[in-house]
């Protein structure tokens, strides 16, 4: 069985519908996650994010690209889907922002060596062919110095109830194509901190991405959005996402690329 990023390609009309389960990232994680960069990237360089140039690596329609060109950072987008693409670059122009979105993918980048100051990563180290190329790649196209903003899911009992069970299986509050997600490709932290020591990386803080509600209530709202009594964009609002806490599912995190 692999993994389906088709669903990149042929749903990318829904990266901006508020219906579809894509828009998700947006209303759900995409304040916390955002958050979270900003208060590390501020705190670690000691400057407000203006003028960085940020690498989005696997950018899909372009909403973590957005909140770092909204901030005055110089943002090339890099994702395999030419539809999430031409999406992206359709809704920065509605939005009068100026962001490089080119395609590739995270094994094989078609940019300079030291070229970015910042490379994000969200929700995508999950879904590539090959992780410990990709972050190989991430550690040659940042600078030295510079540092390396990632998001994922463990690969625990918790995150098969979840993320595959829950969100991609059961029939009453699934929402995810099959093999959206793959629970086999999931990463445990301690794989991603030895990838770093292998690739010179030094992690700086590893932290969790998750609900503030209990399971019922999640699961609550996910049968009302089955019903049709919620969109995705609301969904994505009421399971209010935060970062801190357990590492058991979503985890997110940032790195510093050693000189
Ligand atoms: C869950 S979406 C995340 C999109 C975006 N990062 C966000 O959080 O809003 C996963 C994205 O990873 C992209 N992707 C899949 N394989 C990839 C690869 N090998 N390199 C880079 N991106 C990849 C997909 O095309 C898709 O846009």
């Given amino acids: 069985m692999s993994i389906d990023n088709e669903v990149y390609s042929q749903q990318a009309d829904g990266w901006w519908d508020e219906r ?3 828009h998700l990232l947006k209303t759900g994680v995409n304040p916390a996650r955002f958050g979270y960069f ?3 990237l501020t705190r670690q360089l000691g400057r407000p994010l203006h003028g960085l140039s940020v690498l989005d690596l696997g950018c899909g329609g372009g909403i973590l690209s957005e909140e770092f060109a909204k901030a005055g950072c110089q943002v090339t987008g890099l994702d395999p889907s030419a539809p999430s693409l031409n999406a992206a670059r359709a809704h920065a122009s509605t939005q009068g922002l100026t962001i490089d979105y080119r ?6 980048m ?4 030291g070229q970015f100051d910042v490379v994000v990563c969200c929700d995508v180290l999950e879904h590539v062919d090959d992780l410990e190329k990709t972050i190989r790649e991430v550690g040659r196209v940042v600078k030295p110095g510079g540092i390396f903003c990632y998001d994922t899911i463990n690969r625990t009992w918790t995150s098969y109830l979840e993320n595959i069970l829950a969100a991609q299986e059961f029939p009453l509050t699934s929402f995810f194509p099959p093999n959206t997600h793959l629970w086999k490709k999931f990463i445990k932290p301690s794989e991603i901190l030895a990838l770093f020591e292998k690739l010179g990386f030094e992690n700086r803080d590893m932290t969790g991405l998750n609900s503030a509600l209990f399971n019922f209530q ?3 709202l996910l049968i009302r959005r089955k019903l049709g009594l919620l969109t995705f964009a609301e969904l994505g609002r ?3 996402f ?4 357990g590492l058991q599912t979503s985890y997110i995190g940032w790195a510093v690329r050693k000189s």
Wanted: charge should be negative; hydrophobic fraction near 30%; glycine fraction near 16%.
């Fill in 20 to 22: 579809h389960f894509l």
């Fill in 38 to 40: 900003h208060e590390a």
């Fill in 103 to 108: 395609q590739g993918s995270g094994e094989k």
């Fill in 110 to 113: 078609p940019f300079e060596t």
């Fill in 218 to 220: 999640v699961a609550a």
């Fill in 238 to 240: 009421r399971l209010q």
């Fill in 242 to 245: 935060q970062t801190g806490g």
